[in-house]
């Protein structure tokens, strides 16, 4: 199997397993603060795409958020740790876990691959809607085998555009502030719950652009490779070249992405 095949089958079979748990009740548990919730399925698809992935890659290494959060390292420093092996795997298993937990549609399973710092495939799976996205760099995005691109709005008033509120107070500030500047600017406004689902969305021009703060490399990873690859921009929110430990991203239709900047802290 290739690595793209390997990716979508994890993606897959973890996906199918955590729409089966969807409303059994599963109780959350705190992390870092009253806000960030995790369940056991959470752990349980991280272990199963991790046992997929290092059967079939022994020598590859590994980054998950659950596995991430437990060591309490910040994400650069992990990064660099891990960069001695060539290849890099960095997975969200349950992206939008508070989507999973109360029961509405729209959380995914985010899976990238690193290869000597560099994104090469990015793979993002909805199992509510059996929606897979991927991209390979230098080879285009899909939505389910279908070529993905970005919408090619201009105006302001003809875009609608995503975000997401992170469990980290700061950063739920500096949004709510934002969200003044762009709802004054932009057509209208849409929280998906989960930023991977967000970013395919601007990948296959359901949304013109998406920003958010306080994101973590495996909730972007996969979705960056995607908007960039379907002729989209992704930047961080100064309007820099976008690095993964990057906390604050912009990412847009590329049209837009001087309107967008502006609104952003
Ligand atoms: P999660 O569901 O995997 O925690 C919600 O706007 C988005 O922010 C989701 O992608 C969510 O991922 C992510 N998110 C929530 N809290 C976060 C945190 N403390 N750090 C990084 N990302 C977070
Ligand atoms: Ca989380
Ligand atoms: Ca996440
Ligand atoms: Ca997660």
Redesign the pocket.
């Known amino acids: 199997m290739s690595y793209l095949e390997t990716a979508c089958s994890a993606a897959k079979q973890a996906g199918t397993m955590i729409l089966s748990q969807m409303g059994t009740g599963q109780a959350a548990e705190k992390?870092?603060?009253r806000?960030?919730v995790v369940t056991e399925i959470?752990k349980r698809a991280e272990e199963m795409i991790r046992s997929i992935i290092l059967e079939s890659y022994p020598d590859h290494a590994f980054l998950g958020?659950e596995e991430t959060f437990g060591s309490g390292k910040p994400v650069e420093q992990i990064l660099k740790e891990r960069s001695d092996r060539p290849y890099l795997w960095i997975v969200?298993p349950?992206?939008?876990?508070?989507?999973f937990i109360h029961g509405i549609p729209g959380?995914t399973v985010s899976i990238a691959l690193l290869c000597r710092g560099e994104l090469r495939l990015g793979v993002i799976y909805d199992p509510c809607r059996d929606d897979l996205y991927w991209a390979e760099s230098g080879k285009g995005a899909f939505c389910n085998g279908k070529p993905a691109a970005v919408t090619d709005a201009e105006q302001a008033e003809d875009c609608v555009i995503g975000?997401?509120?992170?469990?980290?107070p700061a950063y739920r500030e500096m949004n709510i502030a934002t969200m003044e500047a762009i709802g004054r600017e932009f057509r209208t406004i849409r929280?998906l719950?989960?930023?991977?689902l967000t970013l395919a969305y601007v990948a296959c021009g359901k949304l013109d652009a998406f920003w958010?703060y306080?994101?973590?490399a495996?909730?972007v990873a996969a979705g960056v490779l995607l908007v960039e690859e379907s002729g989209g921009m992704v930047t961080n929110t100064k309007g820099d070249p976008f690095r993964l430990w990057d906390r604050n991203i912009a990412a847009s239709n590329a049209k837009v992405h001087s309107t967008l900047l502006p609104c952003l802290v």
Do not use: Q, R
């Open positions: 992390k870092s603060s806000f960030d959470d958020e969200d349950i992206d939008g876990t508070a989507n959380y975000t997401g509120f992170v469990s980290t929280s719950g989960s930023a991977a958010e306080g994101l973590s495996w909730d």
